[in-house]
């Protein structure tokens, strides 16, 4: 195994090989930085969204509605499906971006049974300018890469989600070892 002097998650690597040299603990060396990472992403998202007065879900369901272009608005279950929540997590979101001004229900005529979920003008007006500063937290974050660095990371993780989304998450059986 490499020396990886000064680096903590060697560090944690080289331990638990030491502890535990009958387990493979090399996905630590990824897993790890990830796992702070997303740590670290979420935390700067949020002081970026606070400053709003939002949080992640509610970027999550206005940004949703952006994407789908005008009118931007979707059925209360199609937003549920591209935001990978429930039907009940998607109510308490909807509910608190109406009480914001920022999204509307509509009824769609003439049966009236369908609702649809639609961003408001001001909504509209409001979510463009938090969505740039989002972003520009973002790439607060991203500065110390290269543009070659980021292209080769973010083709590395589209590909280890693409992995994951299309099929089952691998398990391991006790019983086989």
Do not use: K
């Not at 387990?23 to 992403?41: C, E, F, Y």
């Not at 543009?147 to 006790?174: C, I, K, M, N, Y």
């Amino acid at each position: 195994m490499a020396e990886r002097v000064g680096d903590e998650v060697g560090q944690i690597i080289e331990a638990w090989a030491r502890e535990r040299p009958d387990v493979d603990v090399s996905s630590i060396g990824i897993i790890t930085p990830v796992w702070r990472l997303g740590a670290i992403v979420v935390d700067n998202r949020a002081r970026v969204l606070a400053a709003h007065g939002l949080e992640q879900s509610h970027l999550d369901v206005l940004g949703t509605l952006r994407r789908s272009g005008p009118p931007y608005r979707l059925t209360a279950g199609e937003l549920s499906r591209r935001c990978r929540v429930t039907p009940g997590a998607t109510t308490q979101r909807v509910q608190a971006m109406e009480t914001l001004g920022f999204v509307e229900r509509v009824r769609e005529e003439p049966d009236r049974r369908t609702v649809h979920v639609q961003l408001t003008p001001e909504g509209l007006a409001r979510l463009d300018g938090i969505f740039a500063d989002v972003m520009a937290g973002d790439e607060q974050l991203l500065v110390g890469l290269t543009p070659t660095q980021r292209s080769a990371l973010e083709e590395l993780l589209r590909t280890w989600l693409a992995g994951l989304d299309h099929g089952p998450t691998p398990t391991v059986d006790p019983e086989a070892s």
